[in-house]
């Protein structure tokens, strides 16, 4: 649930959130024409100084799902960053999630957007766990969904775009339905490509993978910091192998030793089953534990190695 806090950045004010309203015509609302991005910002609970996790590297995914999108963006990346970290302040917030959106405003109808103002707003609101806090430590049951991943060729998964989600809110509703806590969506070809809102690792004999980009799926920036992270780990001879980019299908879910999704929303969420397969113990693993440890030892700011992931609140 969205919790009300008092300010939200629009179009380079600060204004009070129940201000902060649209067109019932605006362009994006009617065609999907909008691009955004969820960010986490933490409190170290001993510290107590607040970290934004990777800011500057989501600012720059928006700059590309803009690019993509033909949307002329009228802030650089830098300025949405010094933008974040002012209604973060402005709203006294020490934790909370991140959502800037930057949408085909009011003006025009029909589909050629040409003429409709570029709307660009940053709101942040607490938001905890965002699969259950019980879910990070014991897992979540998953399924494959019926519906597929839209494709490289139709509305392209490396854009954060609003339009993407009609694709994963139908696979989310019918997992709920089915009991499960997330939905796994695979390609038109059939390979693994992530949740609706998360991407997706396995570990099969040790071996850490996800799936290649170039199956159709969003570049995640909690993958990278994993994929960093486990590579960092079998460099320091902590696990034995690196970790992979490489096509998964579906019975590779079935008979790995750990799954795991990640996403700033879902964090680092073990997978306990797929498809009422029992992945492992049916828990955490120790690698996704391991994982799951040092990631928030990096958001946390309690690991100087991934310190640069991180932007400080003062
Ligand atoms: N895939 C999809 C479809 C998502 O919505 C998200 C959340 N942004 C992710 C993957 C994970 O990306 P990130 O780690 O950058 O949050």
Not at 46 to 60: A, G, N
Not at 161 to 171: D, I
Request: hydrophobic share 40%; proline share 4%.
């Amino acid at each position: 649930d969205i919790q009300e806090v008092q300010y939200i950045w629009k179009n380079g004010e600060i204004i009070p959130w129940a201000e902060a309203t649209t067109h019932v015509l605006s362009h994006s609302l009617h065609y999907g024409s909008g691009v955004f991005e969820g960010i986490r910002c933490y409190e170290n609970p001993e510290t107590h100084k607040s970290y934004v996790f990777r800011l500057q590297d989501h600012m720059e995914r928006l700059v590309r799902s803009c690019k993509i999108a033909m949307i002329d963006l009228p802030y650089t990346a830098d300025e949405l960053v010094r933008a974040t970290v002012d209604i973060i302040k402005a709203n006294g917030l020490k934790k909370c999630y991140i959502r800037p959106l930057v949408y085909r405003g009011y003006g025009v109808m029909g589909v050629d957007p040409t003429g409709a103002p570029t709307d660009v707003i940053i709101a942040v609101w607490p938001w905890d766990a965002y699969l259950g806090a019980e879910a990070l430590a014991k897992g979540i049951k998953v399924g494959v969904s019926s519906w597929r991943q839209r494709s490289n060729n139709a509305i392209p998964p490396a854009v954060k775009a609003t339009a993407s989600y009609m694709n994963s809110l139908l696979a989310k509703l019918e997992a709920k339905a089915h009991g499960y806590g997330e939905a796994i969506m695979l390609n038109e070809a059939g390979l693994v490509c992530e949740g609706t809102g998360e991407n997706l690792f396995v570990v099969r004999n040790g071996v850490i993978s996800t799936p290649p980009l170039s199956d159709g799926l969003l570049e995640g920036i909690t993958r990278d910091s994993v994929l960093q992270i486990a590579t960092d780990m079998f460099e320091d001879g902590e696990i034995d192998a690196c970790p992979l980019e490489e096509s998964l299908t579906r019975t590779d879910l079935y008979v790995a030793d750990e799954v795991f999704m990640t996403g700033s929303a879902a964090e680092l969420t073990p997978v306990a089953s797929v498809d009422e397969r029992q992945v492992g113990s049916g828990s955490r693993g120790p690698v996704t534990e391991a994982l799951q440890a040092r990631f928030f030892d990096a958001v946390y700011g309690n690991a100087e190695r991934y310190a640069d992931w991180l932007t400080e609140v003062e």
